[in-house]
């Protein structure tokens, strides 16, 4: 009797935890998947950034030695703001300034 309700416990929880595992597999789709892959975006992310930001973080690497904080900074100020475009392709460290970022 308790061989047989042992038996049947057991199946229950394993029958549970093999749910558990597919709902928890269905859960990262093929497109998040891709989101939390290093190997896809890069080092934290930086390859899923827009063609913009990119295209402002290879001129920021080129004009100062920034960290990588303040050149994600930069590069998104700059694909944001059209009217800082000379600024921009200039002086990084003055964006950062407008933006309120010190220390340079």
């Known amino acids: ?8 416990i057991i199946t229950a929880l394993v029958g549970v935890s093999n ?3 597919v709902f928890a597999q269905a859960a990262v789709t093929p497109s998040n998947a891709q989101e939390l892959d290093p190997n896809v975006c890069g080092a ?6 827009p063609a913009a930001v990119q295209q402002w973080k290879s001129v920021g690497n080129r004009l100062a030695d920034l960290s990588s904080a303040d050149l994600s900074q930069y590069a998104y100020a700059c694909a944001r703001h059209d009217d800082w475009k000379k600024v921009c392709k200039t ?3 003055a ?3 407008r933006l309120g970022i010190e220390g340079y």
Not at 1 to 8: A, E, I, N, R, S
């Open 44 to 49: 934290a992310g930086a390859g899923c950034d």
């Open 91 to 93: 002086d990084p460290v």
């Open 19 to 21: 749910a558990a595992t």
């Open 1 to 8: 009797m308790f061989g047989l309700l042992k038996v049947l």
């Open 95 to 97: 964006v950062l300034i």
